[in-house]
Nanobody, 117 residues
């Protein structure tokens, strides 16, 4: 059974940090490029960050460049998103995504990030 379980979300004040984790199971994690997406209230889902299978190449949305860092540990089947200098506009549900052609692409259930003073 394929599972992607995000953890690490929460309530923080502007300028603070959070680290999201996404634990993968039921598929060969190291064979998948991985991404973090987010969906803010009333907005479309957007791609936040992307990482290749070996972690050597990453890409970020302009809105998070320099503040967020995506990484992975293939030995632990885990994807991470380090989020620094959080802003109110970063508040959203964050999802991890295992990138492949359907039906072999997978989504997690999401974790809520709230940024407010």
């Amino acid at each position: 059974q394929v599972k992607l379980v995000e953890t690490g979300g929460g309530f923080v004040q502007p300028g603070e940090s959070l680290r999201l984790s996404c634990a993968a199971s039921g598929f060969t994690f190291s064979n998948y490029d991985m991404s973090w997406y987010r969906r803010a209230s009333g907005k479309e889902r957007e791609l936040v960050a992307y990482i290749t299978t070996d972690g050597r190449r990453t890409n970020y949305a302009d809105s998070v460049k320099g503040r967020f860092t995506i990484s992975r540990d293939n030995a632990k089947n885990t994807l991470y998103l380090q989020m620094n200098s959080l802003k109110p506009e970063d508040a959203a549900i964050y999802f991890c995504f295992a990138d492949s052609l359907p039906p072999y692409d997978y989504w997690g259930q999401g974790t809520q990030v709230t940024v407010s003073s």
